[in-house]
């Protein structure tokens, strides 16, 4: 049973946009910390961007900050993950996550418990 489902990625180029969506399946959604992770290829998955279930907290990596914002639609059960000033170090698979457990947005990858399958990203030079 999938309770994720990520959308929205695809081939652009250096400095274009990309708008990441992730519909979650209300059980998994409500209550939940909602969390981006990215794996670029011979690389560890990483954190990018969480959010808590109000919304009114959200975190980012250092290397996104001021480019990336990851926003929460509680009406739609989606996550959405807005990508500004795309760089070819931004490409990898992003996968969507969510953390059923914890309140307040938390970083490390085995925090979160429902994953989705992941979205292609790729940014050409």
């Known amino acids: 049973q999938v309770h994720l489902v990520e959308s929205g990625g695809g081939l652009v180029q250096a400095g274009a946009s990309l708008r990441l969506s992730c519909t979650v399946d209300v059980r998994t959604f409500v209550g939940s910390t909602l969390g981006w992770f990215r794996q670029a290829p011979r690389k560890e998955r990483e954190f990018v961007a969480g959010?808590?279930?109000?919304?009114?907290?959200?975190s980012y990596a250092d290397p996104v900050k001021g480019r990336f914002t990851i926003s929460r639609d509680n009406r739609e059960n989606t996550v959405y993950l807005q990508m500004d000033g795309l760089s070819p170090e931004d490409a990898g698979v992003y996968y969507c996550?969510?953390?059923?457990?914890?309140?307040?947005?938390?970083?490390?990858?085995?925090?979160?418990?429902?994953w989705g399958q992941g979205t292609q990203v790729t940014v050409s030079s």
């Open positions: 996550a969510a953390d059923t457990r914890d309140r307040d947005v938390v970083t490390t990858m085995q925090s979160y418990d429902a």
């Open positions: 959010v808590n279930w109000s919304g009114g907290k959200t």
